[in-house]
């Protein structure tokens, strides 16, 4: 059982930056993958980012590809996402989330959810 508590989100300009933190609880953290999503107001959750277990591979939506950076700190059971040059169309809760093994940009593959922060960008 894998508990994640996000933190780190709030208000900020256009072409400011924040950085969500996600901390993992349980054992075995090097296992999971670990994904962050997000829920636009009155759209679908998607995916934005994920890195498998040791961190050796990342993978981002277009979206944020060159502006978002996912990390994670195996001894301290946290995983990062760095966000720079953030925009309007930004804002949403985001979600960390982990999944054994294998990398997946699918939702429905991921186990472990956290209760998500709010990021809200202004114009």
């Known amino acids: 059982q894998v508990q994640l508590v996000e933190s780190g989100g709030g208000l900020v300009r256009a072409g400011g930056s924040l950085r969500l933190s996600c901390a993992a609880s349980?054992?075995?953290?090097?296992?999971?993958?670990m994904g962050w999503f997000r829920q636009p107001p009155g759209k679908e959750r998607e995916f934005v980012a994920a890195i498998t277990g040791s961190g050796g591979s990342t993978y981002y939506a277009d979206s944020v590809k060159g502006r978002f950076t996912i990390s994670r700190d195996n001894a301290k059971n946290s995983v990062d996402l760095q966000m720079n040059s953030l925009k309007p169309e930004d804002t949403a809760v985001y979600c960390c989330?982990?999944?054994?093994?294998?990398?997946?940009?699918?939702?429905?593959?991921?186990?472990?959810w956290g209760q998500g922060t709010q990021v809200t960008v202004s114009s």
């Open positions: 349980g054992r075995a953290f090097s296992t999971y993958t």
């Open positions: 989330a982990g999944k054994l093994y294998l990398y997946s940009i699918n939702q429905r593959a991921y186990d472990y």
